[in-house]
């Protein structure tokens, strides 16, 4: 069983920065991917970010490349989103997932079996 907690959301104005936190507890080596995903209201949750656990690799939406980063502390078994230059348009509800192997994309929710509750970006314009 593995147990995430995002954290770090908030209000913001559009060009500003958040940094979330994923802390995942639990037996958290199961994890071979972690990622980050995002639900608009009336929107389906689209992916954001995502990387090997045990690695250095990473992935990102086209949308939010060259703005947002990825990256964990494995001492802390947590992961972290940092987004500069926010955008009306980032906002969110951001969930922190994460999935043993799978020959699944790294970008598809379904491969994921391990979900946060999720934590509130609000940009305003």
């Known amino acids: 069983q593995v147990q995430l907690v995002e954290s770090g959301g908030g209000l913001v104005q559009a060009g500003g920065s958040l940094r979330l936190s994923c802390a995942a507890s639990?037996?958290?080596?199961?994890?071979?991917?972690i990622g980050w995903f995002r639900q608009a209201p009336g929107k389906e949750r689209e992916f954001v970010a995502a990387m090997r656990w045990g690695g250095v690799t990473t992935y990102y939406a086209d949308s939010v490349k060259g703005r947002f980063t990825i990256s964990r502390d494995n001492a802390k078994n947590t992961v972290y989103l940092q987004m500069n230059n926010l955008k009306p348009e980032d906002t969110a509800n951001y969930y922190c997932?994460?999935?043993?192997?799978?020959?699944?994309?790294?970008?598809?929710?379904?491969?994921?079996?391990?979900w946060g509750q999720g934590t509130q970006v609000t940009v305003s314009s």
């Open positions: 997932a994460g999935r043993p192997y799978t020959s699944a994309s790294y970008s598809q929710t379904g491969g994921y079996d391990y």
């Open positions: 639990g037996r958290a080596s199961n994890m071979y991917n």
